[in-house]
């Protein structure tokens, strides 16, 4: 073990987690179950334990644990250990740290949840939608608008006819007069006016037919145009409400998907502060079994230690090291036991 130093640095490591579950008071059920061992090696921890007439100066004095097993031996622990035990005491001010960490974990997964679901993506989809049917509306009023040069070009034709029809019936009404003024000049040549009458009434007859149907094409048109704005508006209007009702349902879950994980949040640090509570009780209780176990532990640990160190002669940093690897071999098994307990216990 001596030779190599990464392991005892690795074993330094551990030494906190140890530590910490010394603090906690722990003890490993396979480690109270073992065997006490054999005769030979009790009479030998039996004759270590002997006082010597020159080396009683030289025992390490073991000091009791205080009540609330804060405090700590020189010869048995060091610093970094003391430092970790310090930081188990949470403040107000850390405690509020802890809490907005959480909410701040909470909240981010929160928005992880919502960009990820199916209604945000659904949202997202209608906006698209909503954006192509706002652009082929702007291109259908571009083309509704061509059509109203079309109606005004039609209306024109319309005019023009009706004015033509007009003056048509006019010229048939002074053509008749005419006749009539002078049917004894043209006695002679009645068949050919007649004839010329029947035509040109037939001509103004086929152009007010014509005309009349041109007026009921573009009304019809007309008709039609506005029969398909009405719909196209009528239409727009469902959608806008159909995308205004998929967006409400989309904020309202992904509202309730907030609440849900802000809700776990609080309930995750109120679970912690419970846990923080019944650790500060079994830290701060003035159990006297607890007390015996661990003065056990440090009997034990000083005597394999002093029986080793004096075996081979080591110097006291390398004796100080093989202390705390010792330590650390006995009590991480204790801790782990103790974790599950306390694990099983909160669940």
């Known amino acids: 073990m001596l030779k190599q130093p990464g392991h005892l640095t690795s074993m330094k490591y551990e030494l906190g ?6 603090r906690f008071g722990v003890a490993r059920q396979e480690e109270l179950a073992a065997p006490a061992g054999s005769r ?41 250990p003391a430092s970790a035990l310090a930081t188990l005491q949470l403040t107000a001010k850390s405690r509020q740290e802890l809490v907005t960490q959480v909410e701040r974990a909470c909240e981010r997964k929160a928005v992880q ?47 023009q006819a009706s004015t033509k029809l007009q003056q048509v019936r006019g010229d048939a009404r002074d053509g008749g007069r005419q006749e009539a003024d002078a049917g004894d000049f043209a006695a002679d040549s009645v068949q050919g006016e007649e004839l010329q009458e029947a035509k040109e009434k037939e001509e103004a007859e086929k152009a007010k037919r014509k005309a009349a149907q041109e007026v009921e094409e573009a009304q019809a048109k007309a008709k039609a145009q506005a029969a398909e704005r009405a719909a196209a508006q009528k239409k727009q209007e469902a959608e806008r409400e159909k995308e205004q009702a998929e967006k ?4 309202k879950e992904a509202a309730a998907q907030a609440k849900k994980y802000v809700k776990e949040g609080h309930a995750r640090i109120k679970r912690l502060e419970e846990l923080h509570r019944h650790t500060t009780e079994i830290l701060d209780s003035p159990d006297p079994s607890v007390k015996k176990i661990r003065m056990q532990i440090r009997r034990e640990v000083s005597v394999y230690t002093c029986q080793n160190c004096s075996s081979i002669g080591l110097s006291n940093a390398t004796a100080s090291r093989l202390v705390h690897a010792t330590k650390l071999r006995l009590l991480l098994p204790l801790s782990r036991a103790w974790l599950a307990r306390f694990s099983s216990f909160f669940k």
């Open 113 to 159: 949840a919502v960009t990820g679901s199916g209604a945000y993506r659904a949202l997202v989809e209608t906006l698209q939608r909503a954006r192509q049917d706002a652009e082929a509306q702007l291109r259908r009023l571009d083309l509704n608008a061509d059509d109203a040069d079309k109606l005004r070009q039609q209306q024109l034709l319309e005019k």
């Open 40 to 80: 030979a090696d009790l009479l030998a921890l039996q004759e270590v334990e002997k006082p010597r007439a020159d080396g009683l100066a030289g025992r390490r004095r073991f000091r009791a644990p205080s009540v609330d097993g804060s405090a700590t031996s020189s010869d048995d622990e060091d610093a970094p």
């Open 17 to 22: 987690a140890s530590v910490i579950a010394m």
């Open 248 to 251: 409400k349902a989309a904020e």
